[in-house]
Nanobody
């Protein structure tokens, strides 16, 4: 059974930091690119960050570039999202997801391209 379990969400003041984790099981984690998405109230789910299977390539959404850092530990089957300089606009439910294609080498990460999803963790940033 495939599981992706996010943790680390919570409430923080603007300019604060949080580190999200996504622990996985049930699939060959080390072969798959991973990504973080988020969905704010009343908005569509949007891409946040992605990392290739071997951590050689990192991708970020425009709104988080320079503030967020994605990483992974294949030995722990876990992907992380370090979020710094948080803003109220970062308030959302954050989801981790695994790409459909093992060893995918492209740069497109959208909802349709992801195969497995977690249930999300809520991040609330107050001003």
């Amino acid at each position: 059974q495939v599981q992706l379990v996010e943790s680390g969400g919570g409430s923080v003041q603007a300019e604060g930091s949080l580190r999200l984790s996504c622990a996985t099981s049930g699939f060959t984690f080390q072969f798959y690119p991973m990504a973080w998405f988020r969905q704010a109230p009343g908005k569509e789910r949007e891409f946040v960050a992605a990392i290739s299977w071997n951590s050689n390539r990192l991708y970020y959404g425009d709104s988080v570039e320079g503030r967020f850092t994605i990483s992974r530990d294949n030995s722990k089957r876990t992907v992380y999202l370090q979020m710094n300089s948080l803003k109220p606009d970062d308030t959302a439910v954050y989801y981790c997801a695994a790409h459909r294609e093992s060893f995918y080498s492209g740069s497109l990460f959208d909802n349709n391209g992801m195969r497995y999803w977690g249930k999300g963790t809520l991040v609330t940033v107050s001003s």
